[in-house]
């Protein structure tokens, strides 16, 4: 399974930004498909997450500012961002794993957001 993630770029602190990932297959290891995030001298962290029946979860730093969403029909996942702070900044990628087993087995290739103050 191979993951295309696209969007980020530059917006300013407040700004919105959509960034979307597509699955090129869906499998039973891509049922929980998810967004981390990574800064530099920072470990990857967890950003959000959306099963394939739609139970969402989120890191308490975005919480209420970030919403995750798939699609299915398309195998693709989005995440939507609002309220954007400078400390959003960072490398985001898309991830694909499975549910049952809480493990993610695929990667896309990061996408950067830089968000200006």
């Known amino acids: 399974v191979q993951l295309q993630a696209c969007g980020g770029g530059l917006v300013q602190a407040g700004g919105s930004m959509r960034l979307s990932c597509a699955a090129s297959?869906?499998?039973?290891?891509?049922?929980?498909m998810a967004w981390f995030r990574q800064t530099p001298g920072k470990e990857r962290e967890f950003a959000a997450s959306?099963?394939?029946?739609?139970?969402?979860s989120y890191a308490d730093s975005v919480k209420g500012r970030i919403t995750i969403s798939r699609d299915n029909a398309k195998n693709t996942v989005n995440l939507q961002m609002n309220s954007l702070k400078p400390e959003d900044t960072a490398v985001y990628y898309c991830?694909?794993?499975?549910?049952?087993?809480?493990?993610?087995?695929?990667w896309g290739q990061g996408t950067l957001v830089t968000v200006s103050s």
């Open positions: 297959r869906r499998t039973w290891d891509t049922d929980l």
């Open positions: 991830a694909a794993g499975n549910f049952a087993r809480k493990d993610y087995y695929y």
């Open positions: 959306i099963t394939s029946s739609g139970i969402t």
